[in-house]
T-cell receptor, first 117, second 114 residues
Framework: AQKVTQAQTEISVVEKEDVTLDCVYE???????LFWYKQPPSGELVFLIR??????QNEISGRYSWNFQKSTSSFNFTITASQVVDSAVYFC??????????????FGTGTLLAVQP | EAGVAQSPRYKIIEKRQSVAFWCNPI?????LYWYQQILGQGPKLLIQ????????DSQLPKDRFSAERLKGVDSTLKIQPAKLEDSAVYLC????????????FGSGTRLTVV
């Protein structure tokens, strides 16, 4: 069955520290997409990145970077030099294409990141 | 480009009452999703529409929840009667073509059932 696991429930760091959020997924599909979303206290889900299963290149966007490893079914997210504004809940999600009929997202339980000044 | 619009932003009702949420997706997005996010959990899909047809409603508690998407644009999600465990944020999302083009989420409706 398709599943996303975010084992870290809460992480607390001090500003300027680097932090890595872990994501492990399970899927029977050979073609799939992985996502990261940020959910600040205001509640909206903010899209951060989408990666398809054929592209294992790591990606860097400013202070954000993502490490995708199919061998370990992981898609980890690192924030470098964290800032207070990074405080939020972060969700990893998997696009479920199994059966071909749907394109729904399956979310992990989220990691609450608290960045202390 | 306007985002996904949802209303109301907040709603408090008593158990056994009914409530309705409205969603207006991004123009041209054929696929519309309703997710339920209970506090401390990730969003869970309730129902998915492709244009005005239902693609997946396997997780929708059909004895109390209903949804429609008339004319393949706006959508309404209704709960009748509400239970305490329905307290959650209800998120609407739309997509041009699923994961290939990504998903856009609305700000959600926070429902509290007392």
């Amino acid at each position: 069955a398709q599943k996303v696991t975010q084992a870290q429930t809460e992480i607390s760091v001090v500003e300027k520290e680097d932090v890595t959020l872990d994501c492990v997924y399970e899927t029977r599909d050979t073609t799939y997409y992985l996502f990261w979303y940020k959910q600040p206290p205001s509640g909206e889900l903010v899209f951060l990145i989408r990666r398809n299963s054929f592209d294992e290149q790591n990606e860097i966007s400013g202070r954000y970077s993502w490490n995708f490893q199919k061998s370990t079914s992981s898609f980890n997210f690192t924030i470098t030099a964290s800032q207070v504004v990074d405080s939020a809940v972060y969700f990893c999600a998997l696009n479920d294409l199994y059966g071909g009929a749907t394109n729904k997202l399956i979310f992990g339980t989220g990691t609450l990141l608290a960045v202390q000044p | 480009e306007a985002g996904v619009a949802q209303s109301p932003r907040y709603k408090i009702i008593e158990k056994r009452q009914s409530v309705a949420f409205w969603c207006n997706p991004i123009s041209g997005h054929a696929t519309l999703y309703w997710y339920q996010q209970i506090l401390g959990q990730g969003p869970k899909l309730l129902i998915q529409f492709q244009n005005n047809g239902v693609v997946d409603d396997s997780q929708l508690p059909k004895d109390r929840f209903s949804a429609e998407r008339l004319k393949g644009v706006d959508s309404t999600l209704k709960i009748q009667p509400a239970k305490l465990e329905d307290s959650a944020v209800y998120l609407c999302a739309s997509s041009l073509q699923g994961a290939v083009y990504g998903y856009t989420f609305g700000s959600g409706t926070r429902l509290t059932v007392v």
